[in-house]
């Protein structure tokens, strides 16, 4: 008995009967399905393009933007800009691509056809949908990320989606974590749906989430802030903004009345980027009425320039004197973006100059010859001695 045994073991671990990586392909795409299993350097739909937030600053640390095929999260307090960012994005998607169209879950139902005109949302490629429960719009959420061909899919908000069974409950009844419970499970359910073709490029299913910040009780130490919903939205997301208002743009007078709210300064901190830029902070402005030059519903893209045009001397500054690559000269932060504004040529350039600094920050580094390890190891002696 036990010469058999071991006979039939070893026949079980032959040599011959492994697969080679081909044959393994081959065996796992038929048993599976077509494209379950491919090389590493042909999965191209696992590659995710990116399309612009609205902000250059924004843009420019996370890479190129919001991750095209994944989930997005803006979280923050309340008038942060986490609406107006979810619809500038929304309107770079629908620029990028023009069969694609925009689904907003108008959980909270403060978004209306009059805001989404203000941030030149086009309507007639918009389509809000108003759910009853959460369990409803994760399940619409869901089936629209199975059907769609292209769409970018908005939530807001997160914390708006209640529960059926704490909307049928009477108020004095505990409804703990049950909002946890279904979001969590919804965001499974999502990124199941939104998975692609491993060698296609296609995304065809983009989503962004607004949540709201909370504070716990009794912290002492660290960071109060914390968001609703879950822990799994932490895992399943691409990429976490949180937004927090910085200060109004706004005039000032000795009378109350004089004193006229134009816009927001708001600071975007990535909290999570599977890309890059992860625990970058940037500023920008948002304008809600026209000012200066500036439309209701425009981001500020030249004043978030000048910062990087300082970090990496693309303009030489002297005193409260700025210098320009054409030997131009102007004063003052102010003087500086409103010439910006003027030479429109001169702005392309410099913001291409920018990038072409930061992208080096990810550049892969050459590859070595075998000569070069042996001169550095021959430098280093020279120096000991």
Known sequence: MKKSAKKSASKK???????????LMT???????????????????????????????????????????????????????????LMSRARCFLDKHAEGVFILVNAE?????????????PLDRTYILSPDSGEQAWDAAVFVAKRAKKVYLGIDSLDAMVPMSELSADMDQSSVALAARMN?????????????????SDQRVTACFIT?????????????????????????????????????VRT????????????IVVSAHIHKSKGCGEGEQVEYTLYKENYKGFKRGE??????????????????????????????????DEGLADYLREYKEMLDYCQEEVKAVYAQRYALPAEETKEEPQKRRRSRRRKAR
């Open 13 to 23: 671990t032959a040599p011959e009967e492994y697969m080679s990586p081909e044959a």
């Open 299 to 332: 981001i500020d893209n030249v004043t978030e320039l000048v910062p990087f045009l300082l970090r990496y001397e693309i303009v030489k500054k002297k005193g409260s004197w700025y210098t320009l690559p054409n030997e131009d000269r102007v004063q003052g």
């Open 27 to 85: 065996a796992v795409n038929h048993e599976f399905g077509e494209n379950t299993l491919v090389r590493a350097s042909e999965a191209v739909g696992l590659i995710k393009k990116r399309f612009s937030t609205g902000s250059f600053a924004l843009d420019l640390v996370l890479h190129g933007g919001s991750p095209e095929g994944g989930i997005e999260i803006i979280e923050g307090e309340r008038t942060s800009g986490k609406s107006w960012g």
């Open 252 to 263: 000032e007078g000795a009378k109350l009345i004089d004193r006229i709210t134009f816009g």
């Open 109 to 121: 139902g403060t978004n209306d056809p009059d805001f989404l005109s203000m941030l030149r949302v």
């Open 184 to 200: 969590n499970k919804g965001f499974r359910k999502l990124v199941n749906a939104m998975r692609s073709d491993l060698l296609s």
């Open 212 to 248: 709201q910040l909370r504070t716990n009780i009794g912290i002492m130490f660290g960071d109060p802030n914390t968001s609703v919903g879950g822990k799994g939205k932490e895992f399943a997301a691409s990429q976490i903004i949180r937004m927090k208002r910085k200060a109004y």
